[in-house]
C-alpha cells in the first residue's frame, strides 16, 4: 500500500486550512479551491472519494466532535425549527430537486433524479457554522444551522437508500419508504440511548486518561457501527451519545478532559481539511466520465439544478420560520420571534459538502438485471457542480450578507459581568466547603497553605471582574492580563533551570519530564484564563 498520497493529503491540506487563518477566506473554502487547482496539476495521484471510507470513517468522529461540541440545552430549545430543517426541508428538496431533473433532464428516469435529488439535499453547515462564529451570528441562528448539520445527514441517507431502491428495481413503496424512515430514526436514537450511559460510566470509572481517551476515539465508530449492523441510523446513534456525552463532560477526570479536548481538535483539523481538500480533487474523477453530457448541455443542467436548489431552500425556510409562529399561540410565547434577517442567513446557508460526494460515488454503476444505472455519470457530475457551486458562491458571499444585515453584536460587558458574577457564586461554595472540611482534624493544614488554598479562590473570582476594570496605559493590557503574563515568564524561568540541571546531570530525564508536566499543566491552566 503506497502511504505516500494518503501523507500528501493531509500534510498538504493541513497547511492551507493554517494558511487561511491568516485570509479572510473561511478554510473550507479556500481548501476547495486549492483542490480543484492542484487536481490538474502533473504528477498528484487520484483522489477518489470512497463511501466506504468516508461515511464509516469519517462521517462519525466529524459528528462526534461537533456534536459534542453542541449545547445539548440549546439544541432542545431550538428543537422545533432544526427538525423542519433536518427532516422537512431535507425531503422537500428530495422531492422538488428530483422533479426538477426529471422535467429538465431529457430521458432520465424520474427515480433516478429522485436519487440525486436526495443526494443534494443535505446542507453540509461546516463551513457555515465557521462562518457564523467568525463574523458573529446571534447565537440562536448558529445553534439551528448546527442541529441541522447533525441531524439532516440521517435524513437523506435513508431516503437516497429508499430512491436507490426504487432506482435499482427493488420493490419499493410508499409505505415501505416511511417504514424504513421510520425504522432507520427510532432504531438510530434507541441505539443512542441505550449506549449513552453505559458509555459515560465506563468514562467516569477508568482512571487512567490514555484509556479514557483511547475509548473516547472509539465512541463514534462503536455507536455507528452498531447502529448501521441494525439497520438503524448511525448518524442519529453517533449524534445522540455524543450530546449526552458533551452535556455531562464535567463529570470526567480533569486530565480526561484536557488530554482529549486537545485530540479531538486535531482530529477534527486534519479531517475537516482532508474532506474539503478531497473535494476540490474530485473534479478529474468526475469529468472522466461525464461521456454524452458535455459541453453547452451538462453546464446547462448544473446551473439549473444550482439554482432550483438554492431557491427551494428559501421556498422552505421562510414559511417554516413564520406560518408555524402565525398558527400557534403557544409557539408565539415559548420561542423568541424570529426575524426576516435570520431567516434570509438560514436560508442563503445551505452549503452542500463532502456527504453528498461521497453518497453520490456509492451509487451502483448497474440496476438489477445487470443495465447501466440510468445516466449515473451526470448524476454524479450534478452532484459535484452543486456542492462546488454552494460552497463558492453561498460561502464567498454568506459573510458580506450578515455583515450587510448588521445583526446585533454580542454584550461583551454583559457576557463578561454573568461570568464574573458566577465565578463568585462558586467561590463563595468553595469557601464554605473547604471551612467544613477544616474542621475535621484529618484536613488538619498549617494556616499558610490554609491560607494559600483561600487566595487561589480569591484570586479566581477577582481575575474576571478585573477584566472590567482600567488597563495599563503603556501595555494596554488588565492587571489580569499583567498577572498572567509575568506567571507564564516565571514558568518559563523555572522551565530553563530544570533543563540546565538536567544537562549537567543533577536530575535525570524521567525526574525533567515530571517537572515540566507539572509546569505545562500550570501554564496550561493560565492559557487557559486567558482564553
Known amino acids: ?22 485570509t479572510p477566506v473561511p478554510a473550507p473554502l479556500l481548501l476547495v479551491a486549492v483542490g480543484l487547482v492542484v487536481s490538474y496539476v502533473p504528477g498528484v495521484p487520484d483522489y477518489t472519494l470512497d463511501p466506504d471510507v468516508v461515511l464509516p470513517l469519517l462521517l462519525p468522529p466529524l459528528l462526534y466532535t461537533s456534536a459534542s461540541d453542541s449545547s445539548y440545552l440549546d439544541l432542545r430549545a431550538q428543537l422545533r425549527p432544526v427538525a423542519l430543517l433536518s427532516v422537512g426541508y431535507v425531503l422537500f428538496s428530495t422531492f422538488v430537486v428530483g422533479w426538477a431533473v426529471y422535467g ?23 463551513a457555515a457554522t465557521a462562518v457564523a462564529r467568525r463574523v458573529g451570528l446571534p447565537s440562536r441562528i448558529t445553534t439551528i444551522l448546527q442541529g441541522e448539520s447533525l441531524l439532516n445527514d440521517a435524513t437523506a441517507i435513508t431516503a437516497y437508500r429508499v430512491a436507490l431502491a426504487a432506482a435499482v428495481g427493488e420493490s419499493a ?8 424512515f421510520l425504522l432507520a430514526a427510532v432504531g438510530g436514537v434507541g441505539v443512542g440511548l441505550v449506549l449513552m450511559a453505559p458509555i459515560h460510566w465506563l468514562r467516569t470509572h477508568l ?14 465508530f462503536v455507536a455507528y457501527g452498531i447502529a448501521e449492523q441494525l439497520h438503524a441510523s448511525g448518524v442519529l446513534a453517533v449524534v445522540v451519545v455524543a450530546l449526552y456525552l458533551g452535556h455531562r463532560a464535567w463529570e470526567v477526570d480533569f486530565a480526561t478532559r484536557l488530554q482529549e479536548e486537545a485530540v479531538w ?3 477534527a483539523f486534519v479531517l475537516e481539511s482532508a474532506v474539503f481538500a478531497l473535494i476540490g480533487l474530485q473534479l478529474p474523477v468526475v469529468l472522466k466520465g461525464l461521456g454524452e453530457y458535455e459541453g453547452a448541455d451538462a453546464t446547462w443542467y448544473a446551473v439549473a439544478v444550482f439554482l432550483v436548489v438554492v431557491v427551494a431552500r428559501f421556498v422552505w425556510v421562510y414559511p417554516a420560520t413564520f406560518v408555524p409562529r402565525l398558527l400557534s399561540a403557544r409557539i408565539r410565547e415559548r420561542e423568541e420571534n424570529p426575524t426576516w434577517k435570520g431567516a434570509m442567513v438560514t436560508s ?23 443495465t447501466p444505472f440510468p445516466q449515473r455519470n451526470l448524476v454524479l457530475f450534478l452532484t459535484f457542480t452543486t456542492v462546488i457551486g454552494t460552497l463558492v458562491l453561498q460561502g464567498l458571499t454568506l459573510p458580506p450578507l450578515i455583515r450587510l444585515l448588521k445583526f446585533p453584536g454580542r454584550d461583551a460587558q454583559a457576557e463578561t459581568l454573568a461570568e464574573a458574577n458566577a465565578q463568585a457564586q462558586a467561590s463563595r461554595a468553595a469557601e464554605r466547603r473547604l471551612d467544613e472540611l477544616l474542621t475535621d482534624e484529618r484536613n488538619a493544614l498549617p494556616p499558610p497553605l490554609a491560607d494559600r488554598l483561600r487566595m487561589v479562590l480569591e484570586r479566581r473570582r477577582n481575575a474576571v471582574w478585573e477584566r472590567l476594570g482600567q488597563v495599563n496605559p503603556v501595555t494596554g493590557e488588565s492587571v489580569d492580563d499583567t498577572y498572567r503574563r509575568l506567571s507564564r515568564e516565571m514558568i518559563s524561568a523555572e522551565r530553563e533551570v530544570f533543563v540546565r540541571l538536567r544537562d549537567h546531570r543533577y536530575i535525570d530525564d524521567e525526574m525533567l519530564r515530571t517537572l515540566l508536566r507539572r509546569l505545562d499543566l500550570e501554564e496550561a491552566a493560565a492559557y487557559r484564563e486567558a482564553a
Open 265 to 267: 481538535r486535531m482530529v
Open 1 to 22: 500500500m503506497d502511504v505516500m498520497p494518503l501523507l500528501l493529503l493531509v500534510a498538504g491540506s493541513a497547511a492551507v486550512a493554517a494558511a487561511a487563518r491568516r
Open 348 to 370: 442563503w446557508a445551505g452549503m452542500r459538502g463532502v456527504v453528498s460526494l461521497a453518497i453520490a460515488f456509492s451509487i451502483p454503476l448497474t440496476v438489477h438485471g445487470g
Open 207 to 220: 482512571k487512567e486518561p490514555l484509556l479514557q481517551n483511547t475509548l473516547s476515539l472509539l465512541i463514534p
Open 104 to 126: 429538465i433532464v431529457p430521458g432520465i428516469p424520474l427515480t433516478a433524479a429522485l436519487v440525486l435529488g436526495a443526494v443534494v439535499a443535505p446542507p453540509d453547515a461546516v
Open 173 to 180: 413503496t410508499w409505505v415501505g419508504g416511511i417504514g424504513e
